[in-house]
């Protein structure tokens, strides 16, 4: 559902209710030592999205919110939160995404982006008195990852351009989590990173 407020305003919001059936679990088993596949009967999620762009002069603004629950569906158990039903391994339940671009003149232009993650869960091993390791579930804390670029067309000569790009500007801590119980840490991934590309453009108009 969206609606043009007027010719520089605009709002969307889309609500889901998504049922999947059948889905093939994978498993393994620790005293015949073999893997194998089974099916799960039904699970599902529901939520929100929704989303507001403003058009400027010379750019665009946009935001938009997203919310998803497993609240009343069935949660397949190497996917699941004993501290929260209503959500599964390594989803944040929130997620808030901002994106503004601006052309400067008709050659630079200026981007900027950032998403905010809510807090989810994953599997942390914990140090046990007897020096051995144990894999528990565990909350995350939420993170910003914010990004920049700046872009010039037509740089030195017609059809170069030039991008320069920050990926993480604040570095922030970010975790690749496995989205199901496997007793494996989170890894550490994404740190800053910047990039500088040159494109050239043939028979550019």
Known sequence: MGRN????????????????????????????????????EKTGS???????????????????YSFYSYA???VIEAYAVPQNKDVVLAFPAHKINAFISYSLTKKLSVHLSESF????????LHLRDNDEYTS?????NPFLLINTAI??????????????SVYNV???????????NSEHASLPYNKREI?????YELNSK
């Open 5 to 40: 407020i007027d010719y520089r305003n605009e709002i969307s919001l889309a609500l889901f209710n998504i049922d999947t059936r059948s889905i093939i679990i994978y498993s393994f088993d620790d005293l015949t030592n073999t893997e194998g596949y089974k099916n799960f």
């Open 46 to 64: 529901q939520g929100l999205e929704t989303e507001f762009k403003y058009k400027l002069n010379k750019g665009t603004i946009c935001v938009n």
């Open 117 to 124: 993650y809510g807090p989810s869960y994953s599997q942390q």
């Open 170 to 180: 604040g570095n922030s801590k970010t975790l690749a989590i496995q989205p199901y």
């Open 151 to 164: 872009s010039i067309k037509n740089i030195f000569t017609k059809g170069l351009s030039v991008n320069l």
């Open 136 to 140: 528990l579930i565990a909350k995350t």
């Open 195 to 199: 990039t500088l590309k040159l494109k």
């Open 72 to 74: 009343n569906k069935k």
